[in-house]
């Protein structure tokens, strides 16, 4: 058991749960792409409105070689297509935004110049939400360190947590409505298919019944 201040207890489990959701919601990642001499590479994340994104990207030198010149081209939009960050013939670079939209953000990479054969690596590194937060700088500035610093991380991470729960709610509520959406119109759909064959079925019938009457078979 673990306790805490307030006389207030956490068990082992709800620890855990906690810190599977800060690193859920807070995201801080290494991605190694690899990019072909011709032809692009995407990264994208789904996040929602008014968080902050930081990366950073290079050219990796591999087989020990680092006499290399080769570049690339990147470019960041958001879900509505929006530029965000567009740079060309570089081999590092870094780019930083708020969303100020809900969706998917994608990040493309592709080769501009490749002085030697083969695909070039690049490293991003990407993050977002709290693990964005420069934590170096609000310790100087509000001269805190040790175990209240961690504090402070603690409590943006469980903001944002509640943030990004509140933000699946909205999502969850959207496809519910969507769902219901379809739903009736499938139901409505089935109606008039069906309403459309009993009507053909009748049809069918009375013209049959008129045929016989004609060639007096009946």
């Known amino acids: 058991m673990f306790m805490c201040t307030g006389k207030r207890v956490m068990s082992l489990p709800m620890l855990l749960l906690l810190l599977l959701f800060i ?3 807070s995201t801080s990642r290494a991605i190694w792409i ?3 001499p011709t032809g692009t590479k995407c990264v994208s994340e789904e996040i929602h409105n008014n968080v902050v994104v930081l990366a950073e990207y290079v050219v990796v030198a591999t087989g020990g070689d680092q006499s ?3 570049t690339i081209s990147v470019k960041v939009t958001s879900p509505y297509g929006n530029s965000l960050h567009h740079l060309e013939n570089t ?6 935004f708020t969303s100020r939209e809900s969706g ?11 002085d030697r054969d083969g ?3 690049v ?3 990407w993050k977002t939400g709290i693990a964005a937060k420069d934590w170096d700088t609000v310790a100087r500035k509000e001269k805190i360190e040790g175990v209240e610093l961690e504090l402070r991380k603690l409590e943006g991470s469980v903001e944002s947590i509640h943030e990004n729960l509140i933000y699946l709610r909205g999502r969850e509520a959207e496809m519910r409505n969507v769902n219901e959406s379809t739903n009736s119109r499938v139901a409505w759909f089935s109606i008039m298919s069906l309403g459309i064959c009993i009507t053909v079925s009748v049809l069918q019938l009375w013209h049959l019944k008129r045929y016989f009457h004609k060639k007096k078979l009946i």
């Open 68 to 70: 290399h010149n080769s």
């Open 91 to 96: 081999s590092s670079g870094n780019f930083a």
């Open 104 to 114: 998917n953000y994608l990040a493309c990479f592709w080769v501009t110049h490749n």
């Open 119 to 121: 695909d070039i690596s």
């Open 123 to 125: 490293n991003l590194d």
């Open 23 to 25: 690193c859920f919601f």
């Open 34 to 36: 690899t990019l072909p």
